[in-house]
């Protein structure tokens, strides 16, 4: 569901006929983690017209903090499988907090057919540990939305139930010394 600070932008159109150049674009992005008003500007430009700097875009959304990135992953949510190559991409990436935006802002908006076009992306999460519970995430979403066995789905969620068990034993150890 979209924020509440979200505003749709006035020019989504996906058949839009403006084009600019990634030389024209990068100006227009926001300047810091902050910068809400520069995330309105790139935003009300579109897609397909911001698609030279979908790669600076996603690569914002890896800071923990950011209301500009919050506002850009809700955008991304009305694309959906038009920019489904670039999610995939960015949540291949090491950055806990971009998955996190991605899962939570961005295809929480999308339909079924246009998550399942991440399954291989979000079965490999669910199967690595990740610092922000994103591999639950995905899990959750895997079910969800039948993109995987039920028996491979209970079999990851008892193997990471068990192995919670074992670090949280290992905590307490620490905790005890």
Same mark, same amino acid.
């Given at each position: 569901?979209?924020? +509440? *600070?979200?505003?749709?932008?006035r &020019?989504? %159109?996906?058949?839009?006929?403006? !084009?600019m150049t990634?030389?024209?674009?990068?100006?227009?992005?926001?300047?810091?983690?902050?910068?809400?008003?520069?995330?309105?500007?790139?935003?009300?430009?579109?897609?397909?017209?911001?698609?030279?700097v979908?790669?600076?875009?996603?690569?914002?959304?890896?800071?923990?903090?950011?209301?500009?990135?919050?506002?850009i992953?809700?955008? &991304?949510? +009305?694309?959906?499988?038009?920019?489904?190559d670039?999610l995939?991409?960015?949540?291949?990436?090491?950055?806990? #907090?971009?998955?996190?935006?991605?899962?939570?802002?961005?295809i929480?908006?999308?339909?079924?057919?246009?998550?399942? %076009?991440?399954?291989?992306?979000?079965c490999?999460?669910?199967? %690595?540990?990740? *610092?922000?519970?994103? $591999?639950?995430?995905?899990?959750?979403?895997?079910?969800? &939305?039948?993109?995987?066995?039920?028996? #491979?789905?209970?079999?990851? !969620?008892? &193997?990471?139930?068990?192995?919670?068990?074992?670090? $949280?034993?290992?905590?307490? %150890?620490?905790?005890n010394?």
């Amino acid at each position: 569901m979209l924020g +509440t *600070a979200y505003r749709r932008p006035r &020019f989504v %159109q996906l058949d839009d006929k403006m !084009t600019m150049t990634r030389k024209e674009l990068v100006p227009i992005l926001p300047k810091n983690a902050h910068d809400v008003a520069g995330a309105e500007k790139i935003i009300s430009l579109g897609y397909p017209t911001i698609a030279p700097v979908m790669r600076d875009l996603l690569n914002l959304m890896r800071v923990y903090d950011s209301p500009a990135a919050d506002l850009i992953a809700e955008y &991304f949510g +009305t694309l959906g499988k038009f920019i489904a190559d670039d999610l995939t991409k960015a949540l291949s990436k090491e950055n806990c #907090w971009i998955r996190h935006r991605i899962l939570t802002k961005t295809i929480s908006c999308w339909s079924a057919t246009e998550i399942e %076009q991440l399954k291989i992306c979000l079965c490999c999460m669910a199967t %690595q540990p990740d *610092a922000y519970d994103n $591999d639950i995430l995905a899990l959750s979403i895997i079910r969800n &939305f039948n993109l995987a066995e039920d028996k #491979w789905i209970k079999q990851w !969620t008892t &193997f990471k139930r068990e192995l919670w068990s074992t670090r $949280d034993k290992h905590l307490k %150890q620490l905790e005890n010394q």
